[in-house]
């Protein structure tokens, strides 16, 4: 039996690794640097290693040393690194098995660890988690409202794999319940209105319910206007409030929306560090905004301007980057369109090639990919009908029916992918 005093030193010698952790993580999140990030890592495994298996704080240590690999994961990729993470949380959880505040991070951890590696069975267990969190955070519970808004994220990914309508309205529910719960004065209000303007724009866009999206509008002008703290993230919010303003003008042909998403783009885009990871898709929502303008006004200005967006949206996004697809989908529709205008051959060409990426750099069972191959078919009819050659239209049909394939037939948008 280990004796008292050895208890003693233990418990203290995992205190100070903890405080050094934390020091290391603020001085990280002020700089930037990783080599600060990585010595908070190793401060954390101290603390795990240091501190007895028993011992109530111990849950603690596991749980803080799984959310720091994540944050190092954002910066390097790598897959190991987030796989100790997720088992570094179901070990908090194994200790700790009705704490919400545990379910809560080894259901992000799981969640972060499905979109990197496309595995069903994490995001499964994933969304059992964050469930179990939320059933474990009744009313009262000091951070039921992050709690929830963290469910709401991880249905948001397992809707996005799997597009059940039941699950999207589960997301709803849960986002306006850490609305609700967090009040007009929580520091993350922004960040919580933003994940229901998210649910409501997609509850619109699966369903239908076009009430909805002035609402999900509504929802990310408020997170911006949200006041800035130190758990803020503007940025995102701009981002969102521009595909949100997208979307409530290709359902209304309001100008004035139009407009304003185009203005929120350029505002995100020339906001965003250049070092910034999701980069990528600032840009390329620049690119589809501009897109759209052009469509309205027949600028060529406007086009030449969402082609140079999506060109450095691609560049900027690197094969295996989350958003790869996206960019070169948008930048697909750009060429198309730039070859619509000038006949130049070799922008049409560029994009049916850009387009055919983005379906291969997407998985099988995502939401996106019937949008992305219905965009697939329409360069390559452009392209069949440009050189008279019959196998881009047969690839044509072919990209056509696979992505009529893949919308339920309850899908309000499948009349349109039927009628391309």
Known sequence: MMSIARIYAQCKQAAAAARGARRAVYAYQRTGELAILEEAIVHWRVAVASIPADHPRRPVYLTNLGNTLRMLFERTGETAVLAEAAQTARSAVAAAPTSPAYLTNLGLALRALSEHTGEAAILTEAVQAARAAAAAAPPGYPDRAGVLSNLGMVLHTQFEQLGQAAVLAEEVQATRDAVAAAGDAHPYRGKYLNNLGIALRSLAEHTGEISKLPEAVQAFRAAVAAPATEHSDRLI??????????????????????????QVSRDAAAAVPFSHPDRPFYLSNLATTLRLLFERTGDAGVLADAVRAGRDAVTAAPVGHANRSKCLSALGSALVLLYERTGETIALEEGVQASRDAVAAIPASHAYRPMFLANVASALQALGQHTGQTAPLEEAVRAAQDAVAGVATDHPGRPVFLSG
């Open 237 to 262: 919010y701009l981002l969102n409030l521009s595909t949100g303003l997208q979307v409530l003008f290709e359902q209304t042909g309001d100008a004035g929306t139009l407009a304003d998403a185009v």
